[in-house]
C-alpha cells in the first residue's frame, strides 16, 4: 500500500529533503507551503533533483501556519476527503527579528512554532488514527531542536518581556518537545501503540531561519532530512523520545534520548492548558490577543 505523509515547511532547506526523500521512498507526499508559487517550485526541484522517480504522487496544500482558521480548513478538509495519513512532519517554523503579531493575535513564534504544531496534530488526528495499526503505527514527527530552553509559561509571547528572536525560539522548541510527551501520554491510540509521535534535532545549517538566528551551522541542507524522515519510517520507534542526529555523523543510527524537558509534568500540564485555552478563544471569537 502507498504511504501518505503531510510535510509542512516544505519549501525550506529541511522541509524539501523531507519531503523527497519520503517521495523516493514511493510515499505520497503532501507538501505544505504558504504560497502556491513555493509549493510549485519544491514540486519541480524534486521532480528534477529526485535520484529515482517516485511512484506515489507529489500534491501540495497551501496553508498559512500562522493562522487558525487555514490550519483548521486544511485539516478538515483532508479528514473529510478520508484520506490515510501515515505521517504528519510537523517541520515549519519561523523566527522574524522582530515581535511579529498574526492576523489572529498571536505572537509569530508561538503561532507557528507551538501551536501550529499543536493543531495539525490535533485536527489531523482523526486520520492517523483511522490509518495506523499495532503492526504499522501511523506517526507525528515534531522537528524541534538541540538549541531548546529558557520557555517561560508565564510570558510565552513575549508581552511583558523584551523580544528577542532567539529567546523566543528556543522556547518554541523546548515546547514543541514538551507537548510530543503530553500527547504521547494524553492520546489513546499513542498508549495503545496505533499512533507514535516523536521529537527530533535534525541538523545545524544553513537556512532562512538559521540566519535570522544567526547561527547557520556547518551541515548540509540534505542532512537535516535524514532523522526527521527516519522518525517517519523507522519500525523500531518508540513513543515520545527526542531523537538526535548520530554523534558524530550522520549514520542511519539515531541517539535516542530521554528528553529532559519531558519531566516537567507540571509544565507540561501548563503548556497543554494554554494550548487549549488559546484554541478556544480563537474558535468563539476569531482572534486571541484578548
Ligand atoms: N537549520 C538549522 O540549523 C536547524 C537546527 C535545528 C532545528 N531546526 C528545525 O528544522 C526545521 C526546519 O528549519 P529550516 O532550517 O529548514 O528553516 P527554513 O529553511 O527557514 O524553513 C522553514 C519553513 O517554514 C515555513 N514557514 C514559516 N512560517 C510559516 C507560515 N506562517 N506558514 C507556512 N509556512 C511557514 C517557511 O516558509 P516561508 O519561506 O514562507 O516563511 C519555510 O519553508 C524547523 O522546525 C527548525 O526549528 C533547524
Redesign the pocket.
Known sequence: MTKTAIV????????KWIARNLWELDWDVFL????KA?CVETVNWIKESAKKSGAGELDYIE????SYKDIKAMSTKFVAEGRKLHALVN????TPRTRTVTSEGLEAQFA??IMAYYWLTKFLWPALVSTGTEADPARVVN?????AGGLDLTDMQFKRRAYDNNSAYRAS?QAERMMTGSFAEKMSECQKGTVWISSC?????P????ADLGTP?P?SEAS?ADTPVWCAVEGSLTNANNFHKTLGGYASKKAMRADEYQQDRKGMETLWKECERVTGLLEKTGRADL
Open positions: 509542512t515547511g516544505a519549501h525550506g532547506a529541511f522541509g505544505v507551503c504558504r504560497q513555493q496553508c498559512d501556519l500562522g517541520n515549519a517554523a519561523t507557528v512554532n522537528v524541534a531542536s538541540g538549541y522548541k534535532y535534525p541538523a545545524w545549517a537556512s532562512k531561519l538559521s551551522g551541515d537535516g
